[in-house]
């Protein structure tokens, strides 16, 4: 039985993600929980599983491919089993575009306008081979197939259709035209790639205006950065974080003495990824005071506040390209040395774009920490949909009153920024009083 590869749904806010590459060809055989491609998220890059074993019969959207969520990306048959492309598949390949890969044409469609495409599987023999046929026609000759799919490769990356001329009758495929008509793409000057110069789907989604000579501005000169899908999705998320939830902030100056003193103490007995930073206190405090202030552990649901059984502290980890933000879940069970192992092994395989769907997504609550850049004090924006974050700064020696007599102490400040529709003002101040408390006295962080 015929079973649909589609593109998975890695987050709440996911709404489409990009084929990296196939890991296996059409006509290869494929087992049950086997990788058969990787794509792109707007958090990190990740294989997918086959979900059933067979032959991976057809390949409906190739590698650099933006897919909406839930769309067919593939078919896995058994081998010499009948299978359909899906009706209506967006982004399909086209009978007269791709031929048979692995198996034999039975009937083809135009793949475009909704009619679905018939064919055999093939026996998992490898052949991989791309043609350009007419419909119903079969391929049995490699060398013919091998010539043909150089053609066909070169026509989709480069041909292009002569100027038309003023008046001429433009041909283009009925979703073309729907397409065009949405987006407002001028279809007469539109390159056709299909057959006989017809604009199909892909020429009027790739098509690009001409650009009009600019009048010269005597300026300096500019690079342009093309934005990765994970920067477009913090533009996204934290644009309309900032602009629906009302965000308001409160800060305290911690006293971080005898956290310090306690954590080199504790470290003397542990090693490696055991040893215990101030961001793994800080996530354990925070932990702690989830569990006794519930009502910062949840979120803004528009009719309702949902509270989160679950207490899952995430931590802002800066990457290259972007900010993504890895998930300690159950961080409230979690010992000092645990947070520790997790949150090392967390920020080594976010910088590696090895991180699991499971492990970047659930957070509650979330703690950014920028006091390695000596920074003492800065706001940060809430991650939804979480109704908090607590921004961390550096400790700082300074000089503080202490029984009415200056002494220096390791000061360190949290700021936490707070979703108004859920948390007030002296909640806020009350978790991260507890916070605080935590800190200055941190054997409460082993109890």
Known sequence: MATNVLMPKMGYDMTEGKILRWLKQEGD???????????????????????????????????DEDVPVGEVIGIIAEPGEKVEVPAGSAGKRTAAETGVIGG???????????????????????????????????IEEPSRVAQANADARQAAAGAQAPVRGEGERVKASPLAKKIAADQGVPLAEVPGTGPGGRIVKRDVEGYKPVAQPAAFVPTAAVTEVPLTRMRQAIARRLSESKQTAPHFYVTKAIDMTEALAFRAQVNQTLTGAQKVSVNDMVI?????????????????????????????????????????????????????????????????????NRLRPDEFSGGTCTVSNLGMFDVESFTAIINPPESAILAVGSTIKEPVVRNDEVVVRSMMRITISSDHRVIDGALAAQFLGEVKRLLESPLLLVV
């Open 29 to 63: 055989a494929v087992t049950k929980g086997e990788p058969i491609a990787e794509i792109q998220t707007d958090k990190v890059n990740i294989e997918i599983e086959a979900f059933a074993g067979g032959v991976l019969a057809r390949i409906l959207h190739g590698a």
């Open 104 to 138: 034999t044409m039975n009937e083809a469609g135009s793949g475009e306008g909704g009619e679905a495409v018939a064919f055999e599987a093939g026996a998992g023999s490898g052949a991989k081979a791309h043609a350009t046929v007419a419909p119903g026609a079969c």
């Open 284 to 352: 354990k405090a925070v932990a702690k005071a989830l569990k006794a202030f519930p009502n910062v552990n949840a979120s803004w649901a528009e009719d309702k506040i949902v509270q989160h059984d679950r207490i899952s502290v995430g931590m802002a980890v800066a990457l290259p390209e972007g900010l993504v933000v890895p998930v300690i879940n159950d961080a409230y069970g979690k010992t000092l040395s645990q947070i520790a192992e997790t949150a090392k092994d967390l920020a080594s395989r976010a910088k590696e």
